[in-house]
Nanobody, 122 residues
Framework: QVQLVESGGGLVQAGGSLRLSCAASGSIFSIVTMGWYRQAPGKQRELVAGISSGGSINYADFVKGRFTISRDNAKNTMYLQMNSLKPEDTAVYYC????????????????WGQGTQVTVSS
């Protein structure tokens, strides 16, 4: 069993900041890539930022210069520092990980967290 748990969401005024965390736990051998996605009501889920085990990072155009993704491999934890937040950033933010497990068997998995709500008021 592998779990991803997001935290750090909340209500913030436009121009403010939030720091999201995603902690992975369970039978994890290694995490290949992790990423943040978001989904607003009535909208498709979209990639916000991704980071590989080697530190390679990509951002969606709409967050470049405002958001920063990072990863602590020792803690199996990923972060998203969100600055200069806009009302259009309002969404449920989900953590995703592509990883390898050893139990119950050696296998690759894609795992999603339950999401954390980010609301930005104008």
């Amino acid at each position: 069993q592998v779990q991803l748990v997001e935290s750090g969401g909340g209500l913030v005024q436009a121009g403010g900041s939030l720091r999201l965390s995603c902690a992975a736990s369970g039978s994890i051998f290694s995490i290949v890539t992790m990423g943040w996605y978001r989904q607003a009501p009535g909208k498709q889920r979209e990639l916000v930022a991704g980071i590989s085990s080697g530190g390679s990072i990509n951002y969606a155009d709409f967050v470049k210069g405002r958001f920063t993704i990072s990863r602590d491999n020792a803690k199996n934890t990923m972060y998203l520092q969100m600055n200069s937040l806009k009302p259009e950033d309002t969404a449920v933010y989900y953590c995703n990980a592509d990883l390898w497990t050893l139990t119950p068997s050696v296998q690759s998995r894609t795992t999603w967290g339950q999401g954390t709500q980010v609301t930005v008021s104008s």
